[in-house]
């Protein structure tokens, strides 16, 4: 990326301006929201490995996420760490960090810019997500993504 593509991008991200609520009053709003719900409705109840310097990790001890709404309904199930599993963590995380911090500001914006980009994209899914898990109304939901 160039000086002049990362100055470019730079005033882009100096003009922020929070992305506007959706009015879910508006149908074409609400068949997007209730598609995103049905999508995620089918991806309940996996169990989601820890992730430590790349390597997917299980353990004995899990937690459920429960829908507060359906307390029966398992949202998902995670790992809980062991001692020994946040040390791998934390070691992997220092061992990365001279990488990380070799990694040039513009490679870093075009990070950030491309995340929320895949947020703006999905944020149904995300609303729907917090909807199931914490229990939240889609505009709360959003008003968090």
Not at 18 to 36: G, I, K, Q, S, W
Not at 54 to 74: A, M
């Amino acid at each position: 990326m160039t000086q002049e593509a990362v100055t470019r991008r730079m005033k882009r991200l100096s003009e922020f301006r929070n992305e506007p609520y959706t009015d879910f009053t508006v149908p074409a709003n609400r068949e997007r929201m209730l598609a995103a719900q049905e999508k995620v409705r089918g991806e309940l109840g996996r169990e989601y490995p820890l992730l430590i310097g790349g390597e997917q990790l299980f353990s004995d001890d899990k937690q459920k996420s429960l829908n507060p709404s359906r307390p029966s309904e398992v949202v998902g199930t995670v790992q809980k760490a062991t001692p020994e599993m946040a040390e791998r963590a934390v070691l992997a995380a220092y061992e990365y960090f001279p990488e990380w911090s070799r990694t040039p500001a513009s490679r870093r914006i075009e990070m950030l810019v491309k995340t929320a980009a895949i947020l703006r994209e999905r944020k149904n899914e995300f609303n729907a997500w917090l909807a199931f898990e914490a229990g939240k109304t889609w505009p709360e939901a959003e008003g968090e993504v």
